[in-house]
């Protein structure tokens, strides 16, 4: 298990990885020490096999959220891509490896652990990309894969993005 730990101002990236023979008791015992947070974000690629990109607080990132109410992780991430990114029309290709961070929100003392479900989808179709102002996100970007390394962007957005190429 490898828990990423980051601070609000992105000033601190860097791995937390935890060995026990059973991890799902370890991640169980986190859960409750933790403002646990449920998140779901979708790894998308176009035709041209470019990568779905957002920029919010200075650095490049997924699109991703928290689920709602009632709404599975799959209704979360095509939900979440589109009011980021304005794409919609997009096509599961395969799940794949959540994440988990630990930050701290401001002026609260209990840190939260985020875990996102990624899926990996593909759009076929020609899109307007628009990013979500109201969320911070001040740009959306179309990304080649081979341009992937020059963006600033979390190691563990890196990671998953790397495992996806």
Same mark, same amino acid.
């Given at each position: 298990?490898?828990?990423?730990? /980051?601070?609000?101002?992105?000033?601190?990236?860097?791995?937390?990885?935890?060995?026990?023979?059973?991890?799902?008791?370890?991640?169980?015992?986190?859960?409750?020490d933790?403002?646990?947070?449920? +998140?779901?974000?979708?790894?998308?690629?176009n035709?041209?096999?470019?990568?779905?990109m957002?920029? /919010?607080?200075?650095?490049?990132?997924l @699109?991703?959220?928290?689920?709602?109410?009632?709404?599975?992780?799959?209704? +979360? +991430?095509?939900?979440?891509?589109?009011e980021?990114?304005?794409?919609?029309?997009?096509?599961?290709l395969?799940? +794949?490896?959540?994440?988990?961070?630990i930050?701290?929100?401001?002026?609260?003392?209990? @840190?939260?652990?985020?875990?996102?479900?990624?899926?990996?989808?593909?759009?076929?179709?020609?899109?307007?990309?628009?990013?979500?102002?109201?969320?911070?996100?001040?740009?959306?970007?179309?990304?080649?894969?081979?341009?992937?390394?020059?963006?600033?962007?979390?190691?563990?957005?890196?990671?998953?993005?790397?495992?996806?190429?």
């Amino acid at each position: 298990m490898i828990l990423y730990l /980051k601070e609000n101002n992105y000033n601190l990236d860097c791995n937390i990885v935890m060995c026990s023979e059973n991890t799902c008791s370890v991640l169980n015992k986190l859960k409750l020490d933790f403002n646990y947070i449920i +998140a779901s974000g979708g790894i998308v690629k176009n035709r041209d096999n470019q990568l779905l990109m957002i920029h /919010k607080n200075g650095i490049w990132d997924l @699109p991703k959220g928290k689920l709602e109410l009632n709404e599975s992780p799959w209704e +979360a +991430a095509i939900r979440e891509v589109s009011e980021e990114t304005n794409v919609y029309n997009l096509e599961y290709l395969s799940s +794949a490896p959540n994440t988990y961070h630990i930050y701290m929100l401001l002026n609260n003392d209990i @840190p939260v652990l985020k875990e996102t479900k990624w899926f990996c989808m593909t759009v076929s179709d020609p899109v307007f990309i628009l990013p979500q102002i109201s969320e911070g996100i001040d740009f959306v970007e179309w990304v080649h894969f081979k341009n992937i390394s020059s963006k600033r962007i979390h190691m563990s957005i890196r990671n998953l993005i790397l495992d996806f190429i």
